[in-house]
Structure formats: C-alpha cells, structure tokens
C-alpha cells in the first residue's frame, strides 16, 4: 500500500513500511548517518539521522522508523544541525585519529567526511579515549579500534548479514570493545575472513591487511570484474596501483552479490602476482614438467582418451566439471561426456 | 546447569546458574548456556558480559564493596567523596546509608532494612494505602495477606466482569509510579485490546534509580499484594503468565515471591495465572521497560526502538502490559474502595498517593506513602525529619536523580506529575536526595554523572561519549583535574545533544542535574572554577 508525507516541505509517496531516512534521500535530503548500512536491522545508534516529526516531543531516528501516512518531517534545521554538530565532536573525541588509515589508503572515511562536512575535523572536546589494539596478526584484517566509533555495523554485518557470529560487542557503554570472543584473534575465531566488516567500517579501525601500506587513495585505479573462484560470480573491484594489482574491493552494483564476498574473492585473489602461477600448459618429459604448447598438450591428452576407450570402453571414464566455469562450459563438458567419449560418468563439483 | 524448560524467560535465571562455577566465566559454559537457549553463542555472550555482577569477560565476579551512589557518597554519609571506577551501583538502601556489599548481600547501617518508618503526623491528610498492613507481622504468608483481606478483588474479579474493573481503574486516575507518570488503565486497555492468545504481564521490580527504595519493603514486606494485582492485571487484559523482573540488589524479595509464588499456587488462588520472577544481575539501564524485555529475552539489554511499544509487541513480541512494583500494588486497593475514593486521596488534581523516597541529609530518612501532591517541604521536613541538627538544606534532586535538582526556595513546589515540568523536571520515581550547607553541590552532581557514566549502556554516541565528558568536567571543577576554558558553553552542546538525541530516558535524563546546578547553584558553580569550594569538600590539585 502506498502513502503520503511530507518531507521538508515536499510531499512523497512511498510504499508503506518505507523508513524515514529512506524516503528523505530519495526526496533528496542529505541526512548524515554513521551507524546505517542498509543491509542490516538499523541500531539507531549514532543519533545523526534524527529528525523532527510534528507531534513528537522529541526527534526521531529516521533510519529505525518508518514512514507513517500524513507525516509532517524536517530533517535538517539549526537545532538538528547543532546536536549533529556536537555529537560529531564527541565521537570524534572518542577516538582521536591524527592520521586516519582510510582516508589515506581507502579514500575519505565516512566519519572524517562527516566532519569535513560539518567543520568540526579537529575541533573536539578534551578527554579520555577508549579504544584498544588487540593482539592480533592473523593476515587478513588489520584491527585498530583506537579508530573506532562504536557504531556497531561490522558486528551487525559479521552476526546478521554473513551469520558468522565471530565478532560482538563486549561491556556496556564507554568501555564497550568489539571482541572476538575468548579470542583476542580472529585466527582462533568463528571468522571466516569475508571481509564484510572492513568493507562497511565507516572509520580505518578495519583495513585489508594485504593493502595496508601498498599506495595512497589517489593512485589507486578500480577495475571493475568478476570473481573467478566459484559459479557464484561475484563482482569485485581490482584495485591497480603504479601498474601493479594491490588487492581487492567488492563492486556493490553487482547483480550476483551486491557487495558481499567470501575470503576466496576478498583475500585470494593476490594469485595474479604469484611467481608459481602456471601460464603454459606443463608436460611432463623424463619425469619432468617442462612447459609445452596447448597444442602438444591436447594431443597427449586425446592419444590416452582413444587408448583407454580402445582397452577398456566407455564406461572405465569418469568426468568432473568445475564450478569456476561457466554454464555454458558445463554443457560442452557433459556433451564431451556423453557424445564424444560416450559415458553417463558427469559430476560437477559443486553437488558434492 | 538446571532444566528451565518451564520458564518464560530461561536466560536469566540460566546465566544465575551458570554463575556458580567458579572463576571466569569459560567458553564451555557459555556455549552449554547458548546451546540450552538455542542462541548464538556470540550474542550470549554480548548480552552476559553487560552485567556489573556476571563473571563473562571479568576477571573474577565482583563480591563486595561500597556504594558509589549519591546519597552514600554525601559528607558525614559514607566515603564523603567518591574516587571514579570505585563503589557499586546504588543498591537501594540510600535510607541506611552508608550501603555496602559482601557475601552476595546488601547491607545498610538498619538492622530491618525492609520495614518502612510510618510517616510522621505532621504531615496532614495521610492515610497511607500500600503501606497500610505493611507493618503487620506475617503479612508476607498468605494467611497474613488473606487475614488483611487479601485476594478478594481477584476473586470477585474472576466472578464479574473485567471491563467494568477497568473502567474503575480509569475514573481513579491512577499514573504509572515508575517514573513516566502513564495512565495505567490506557496501557492495559491497549493490551486487552490487542487480539493475541498469548499475552504477557511485567512487574518492573528494577528499582535501579538512585535514592529509590519505595518498592524495597513492598516486596520484602507484602508479596502477595503485587502477586493479587498482577493476577487481576493478567485477567483484565486477558494474559495467563506474568514474570516480575527483580533487581539483582534485592536477592532477599527473590526468596520471599518465590515463596509467596508457591503459597499462591498451592492454594490455587491465581486462576491459573503463571507467574515467575527473573532476577537481574546489575544494569540500571534494565529498569528502562525495553531494555528490561531485551534482558529477559536474552539480547543485550540495549533499548528497544518505539514504536512498537510493549502494549503491542513486548516479551518475545507478544503484547504485554509493564508495570511498575507500586502501580501494580495500587489496583487492588482501588478495586476495593473505589475510584472517588482514591482519587479523593491526592492534592488537587493529582489522584491517589505516592510513595516518596527520601535520603540524604535529613533526620529521618526513609520511603513515605504520602498524598500525590504533598510538596518537597513536607516530605523533607515533615515525614523526614528535616535538616540534621545545625545544618541548613541547600537542595534536593529529584526523580532520585533523573528528574532534576532544585535549591531549597523551590522547596514549596508539590511533588506531583505537573509541577517539576515548569523547570523541564519530573517527578519520575518521587525520590528525594537532600543536600546541606556542609554538601558541596557540584561534586553531587559529579557523583550523579559518574553514575550515569557507569549504567550507560553504549548503544548510542550522545549518551556513551556524552556522560564521560561531563563527568570529566565535572572532575575538573571538583579539583580532580585541569579545568578548560570552554566549560559552560560544552556543558550547553553536550548537555542539549543529549537530551534531544540520545536513544533513551537515561541519556535524556542526564544532563538534568547539570541544568539545576547551572540555573540554580551558579555562584557555587563559579566560584569552583576559581578553585574554590565553599562546603570544603572538594580539594583542588
Ligand atoms: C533508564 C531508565 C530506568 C528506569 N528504571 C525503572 C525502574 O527501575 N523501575 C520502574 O518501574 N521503571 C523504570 N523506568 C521506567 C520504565 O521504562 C517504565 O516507564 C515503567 O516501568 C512503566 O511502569 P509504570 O507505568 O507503572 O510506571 C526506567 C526508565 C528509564 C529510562
Ligand atoms: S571477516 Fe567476516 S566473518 Fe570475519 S569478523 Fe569480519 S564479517 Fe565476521
Ligand atoms: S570497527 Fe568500524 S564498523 Fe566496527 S564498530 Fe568500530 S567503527 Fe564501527
Ligand atoms: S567471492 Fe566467494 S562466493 Fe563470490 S564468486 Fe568468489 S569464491 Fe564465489
Ligand atoms: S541513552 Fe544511554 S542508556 Fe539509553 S540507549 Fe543511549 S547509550 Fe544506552
């Protein structure tokens, strides 16, 4: 069903059940948020993306309530942008970051761009910080939470998007810590290295590992592709820099996975760089795999087909598709299968 | 660890059982615990290491101390002047202070801690109601509550029709005691009318809010009376079980409703009604009516977003009616005596009565029943006893602390729903923590905010980053550290982010303090930051 509101002095139409926050960046209200990932149950925890509705003695969290028929919302005016304002300079004094790890290697981070936005980069209050650097070198993700925010989106990412419950808030208020529990690493953990969490941390508290210190935002091109480890095709972003692949990010318009990966896409891709990568096929002569021609390899390959069908018929074959090749190239295998060699003896690895 | 395969809320009473191993709490246990309630391991977790009094991701279980709380914290009091990380949470015992904890029990200097003083006769028109029986012997069996008249409203309750009792509850007028002042019979409306086949009913036996203790001897001292209104609640809005949720701060009330549970039961007086009680373990947050479902429920106890409120999707998302200790305990009396005559037992327009807490620097602390309506002056002077001998009341906070703090010129202002607002202040739970000539104000509000520091539960940034920096400008003008220039201007920001944006009561409620002692001890204040204290408490660097 489908109601009516008032945003900002403009009136919209939206399908009931829509949130305010929503609703307001397609009417085009620019309302901050820090704690929103959209593929997740909202935590209204920043408290950024309050808004007036009439009626209500008190501001609302736009992004944590929906839409509601004849609502009347101003998202933005001096008092809104006031408390914005200050709660930016307190989250900022949480964590103080000299030199952010994101904005440097990542491009702006959320909170810092915020800031900007909000004039308040280095005016914040005094005070004691909270945030810790666990003992932890497992090679995938590099954890800082002295850049932390607290806003709880990797927890939420890690526990209810990816179901891998590695990671949680631990305590209560200003000692709160991000915890693996009974793990300070990931390593020991129920993680399984997706990334996800680094990928939605609006701070540089979680970076690559593998990209820290390679290049500098501004050198960094993205091309975009396709995951080549399973059927799934996930879209991801080749990072180049100086001509050289430095790592991974997810392409969030792509249709597969919308931004989601596995460790395989995220972390396995630094192969392209590997000294051991085979570029040529391999024969083995005296007992020794020296590189030969597709063509030189093929024929040995057809030679032994015609001899074991010769020997022992059809059925001494057995033929394994892959789930890295397209579906297109899983038909030519089972017709290679049962036309050409002639057997019934077609798997592909992804039914097992 | 035991079966609560019966339980309405097994988490609590599970993580208790769990607690008694030993030491830290190990992953064995906690995935045994995640795996009986068929929860991930990892949010177990969250939600058990929140607990001031559970051993997940402590080092050891915290066994004892002192009360870091306002009222302990007052000179001549307890300590005179907290030391930060130091004392536990308000154990609710501000009326026996200095309180403190070992051996898994609260103690204060009383050797009853549980019966109320009776209010004195200066105070007029006092016919107390709740506390009425409260000072009988064995009130607290059923033969007791029954000789007293008990478990006649239920009866005749079951024996008529349920609309017309609450309709009763309308005209009486009865608001929430909690401390948000709700009409108590639109809240049980909206529950009845709520189509479910399963319906919850919550006690709020929280009573986390410091200089609080009017539910303390209602529990200790007459279980059966909230037993009889939760019963006649469940049968009003058409719910067949109930679970009080008592604070951990009272281990003595879980034995007494246990017991009073199982008289009730025995003797088959409850129509069928299931109630069980849930024992916290340390969050005053918890007594904010959907962190307290969350913390049933086994989540971490962060506050619900509302809309929807309880009436509609409260315990496991089914509709429940939340009530406080005192609210419950007032229906059975109204159904009693009727509408007229409770409302006629308030000052002018307000309805019924009140229990007061009053703690502090007065002669005769204690919980008082008095009229909804009486002012500061008699609760203070009157049922209080006034100012200790020589001194001179300067003040006194109101909602225990959450309501606000006024000087003693606003001592004439009744203590009812409408009167505190004209400042931006609530009655909240009618507690009273008073303060004198030999107190220093700042440092009570610094102890106030240390409080709220320690309780904040972390979801959202105003109140989380916000309750630690105003605490530590606090500490700066009670000479614990380094005073900054900017001090009023960042006490306005933070204190109005706070208020405006904050996620819930507790952080909304904060700042509230503060303004009083901007707006109404701000010569005390300034002088402050001249490095002085004119009580002499605070000692600058
Ligand atoms: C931080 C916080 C703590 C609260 N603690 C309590 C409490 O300990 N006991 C209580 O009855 N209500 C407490 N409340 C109020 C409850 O949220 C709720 O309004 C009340 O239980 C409703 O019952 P009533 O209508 O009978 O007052 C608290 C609220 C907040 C925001
Ligand atoms: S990498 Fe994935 S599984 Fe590991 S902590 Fe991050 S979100 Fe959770
Ligand atoms: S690590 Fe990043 S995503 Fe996680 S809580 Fe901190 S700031 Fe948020
Ligand atoms: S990222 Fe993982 S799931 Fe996605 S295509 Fe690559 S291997 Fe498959
Ligand atoms: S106001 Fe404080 S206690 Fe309430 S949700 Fe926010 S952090 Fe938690």
Redesign the pocket.
């Known amino acids: 069903m489908s109601i009516t509101a008032t945003i900002d002095g403009k009136s919209i139409e939206v399908q009931e059940g829509e949130s305010i926050l929503e609703a307001a960046r397609r009417c085009g209200a620019e309302v901050p948020t820090l704690c929103y990932d959209s593929r997740v149950d909202p935590s209204a925890s920043c408290r950024m993306c309050v808004v007036k509705v009439e009626g209500r003695r008190l501001p609302v969290a736009s992004c944590a309530h929906a839409l509601q028929e004849g609502m009347n919302v101003v998202t933005a005016d001096d008092d809104l942008e006031e408390n914005r304002r200050t709660i930016l300079k307190l989250v900022l004094s949480e964590n103080p970051t000299e030199e952010c790890r994101s904005c440097i290697e990542r491009g702006p981070c959320e909170l810092h761009s915020l800031a900007g936005d909000y004039g308040v980069a280095t005016d914040y209050y005094d005070g004691a910080i909270s945030g810790r650097i666990p003992e932890d070198s497992n090679p995938f993700i590099a954890r800082d939470y002295s850049q932390c925010i607290l806003c709880y989106r990797c927890t939420r990412v890690c526990n209810e998007l990816e179901q891998a419950h590695a990671i949680i808030p631990e305590g209560r208020?200003f000692e709160t810590n991000i915890v693996a529990p009974f793990h300070e690493s990931l390593l020991g953990s129920n993680c399984t290295f997706c990334g996800q969490c680094i990928q939605t941390c609006p701070t540089g508290a979680l970076m690559d590992r593998k990209m820290l210190g390679k290049a500098k935002a501004e050198d960094v091109t993205k091309v975009r592709s396709i995951c080549p480890f399973c059927g799934t095709g996930c879209g991801i972003e080749l990072n180049v820099a100086h001509g050289e692949f430095i790592g991974v990010t997810p392409d969030w318009n792509a249709p597969a996975s919308a931004g989601s990966l596995c460790v395989k896409g995220q972390f396995g891709i630094d192969f392209i760089n590997s000294p051991e990568r085979l570029k040529t096929p391999l024969v083995r002569r005296d007992g020794v795999l020296q590189p030969a021609s597709w063509d030189e390899a093929l024929g040995i390959i057809v030679d032994k087909f015609q001899t074991v069908k010769a020997e022992s018929g059809p059925g001494a074959f057995a033929l394994w598709s892959s789930a890295r090749a397209p579906s297109e190239g899983n038909f030519l295998m089972q017709k290679l299968a049962r036309a050409v060699i002639g057997t019934n003896n077609i798997d592909n690895c992804s039914r097992t | 660890m035991g079966n609560r395969s019966g339980s309405h809320a097994p988490f609590l009473p599970l993580l208790h059982d769990a607690m008694e191993q030993p030491g830290m709490m190990s992953e064995d246990t906690l995935n045994e615990l995640a795996a009986a309630l068929r929860i991930a391991p990892a949010y177990v977790h969250q939600a058990a290491s929140f607990y001031h009094y559970s051993n997940l991701g402590k080092d050891h279980l915290l066994r004892e101390g002192t009360c870091g709380g306002p009222a302990c914290c007052l000179p001549g009091v307890g300590v005179g002047r907290g030391t930060p990380g130091e004392g536990i949470a308000c154990p609710g015992l501000c009326d026996q202070a200095p309180a403190s904890f070992a051996d898994g029990l609260f103690r204060g200097t009383a050797a009853d801690p549980f019966l109320p003083p009776p209010p004195a006769a200066s105070v007029d028109g006092v016919e107390e109601v709740l506390f009425r029986d409260i000072r009988t012997p064995g009130l607290r069996s059923l033969d007791g509550y029954r000789a007293a008249g008990g478990y006649a409203q239920l009866r005749r309750l079951v024996e008529t029709d349920a609309a017309d009792a609450l309709e009763t509850l309308r005209a009486s007028g009865l608001l929430g005691r909690g401390g948000a002042g709700f009409p108590l019979a639109a809240k049980w409306q909206a529950v009845r009318d709520t189509p479910g086949e399963r319906k919850y009913v919550v006690c709020n036996a929280d009573e986390g809010e410091p200089g609080t203790f009017k539910d303390r001897p209602l529990l200790h001292r007459n279980p059966h009376l909230l037993i009889e209104a939760m019963a006649i609640a469940g049968h009003i809005v058409g719910a067949s079980a109930g679970v009080i949720y008592l604070r951990y701060e009272y281990p003595e009330a879980y034995g007494v409703l246990n017991e009073a549970i199982a008289e009730a039961e025995a003797a088959d007086v409850l129509g069928g009604f299931d109630l069980q009680v849930a024992r916290g373990l340390g969050s005053y947050?918890c007594g904010?009516e959907t962190s307290l479902l969350n913390s049933l429920e086994g989540l971490v106890p962060?506050?619900r977003e509302r809309p929807p409120f309880p009436t509609q999707k409260g315990l496991w998302g089914l509709p429940t009616v939340i009530n406080n200790v005192e609210t419950f305990c007032a229906v059975p009396f109204i159904l009693e005596r009727g509408a007229d005559w409770y409302r006629s037992l308030g000052r002018g327009e307000s309805a019924g009565t009140k229990l007061y807490s009053v703690s502090g620097r007065v002669s005769r602390p204690g919980p008082y029943e008095l009229p909804l309506g009486a002012t500061a002056r008699e609760l203070i002077e009157g049922a209080g006893g006034g100012a200790l001998p020589g001194r001179t009341i300067k003040g006194y906070t109101l909602g225990g602390i959450s309501g606000g703090l006024l000087a003693a010129e606003h001592l004439d202002m009744p203590l009812d729903y409408a009167a505190p607002r004209q400042h931006g202040f609530a009655l909240g739970s009618g507690g009273v923590v008073v303060f004198d000539d030999a107190c220093c104000v700042v440092d009570l509000v610094r102890t106030c905010m240390l409080f709220y520091e320690a309780?904040?539960?972390?979801?959202?940034f105003?109140?989380?980053v916000g309750t630690v920096r105003l605490r530590e400008r606090l500490d700066a003008l009670t000479g614990r550290a380094e005073p900054s220039g900017k001090l009023m201007d960042e006490f306005d920001e933070i204190g109005s982010a706070m208020s405006a944006n904050?996620?819930?009561?507790?952080?909304?409620a904060a700042p509230l303090v503060l303004h009083g002692l901007v707006r109404f001890f701000n010569e005390e204040l300034q002088a402050h930051r001249q490095g002085v204290c004119p009580a002499g408490v605070c000692h600058f660097l």
């Open positions: 208020g | 947050v904010e962060w506050p309780e904040s539960c972390g979801k959202c105003p109140c989380r904050s996620a819930c009561g507790l952080g909304q």
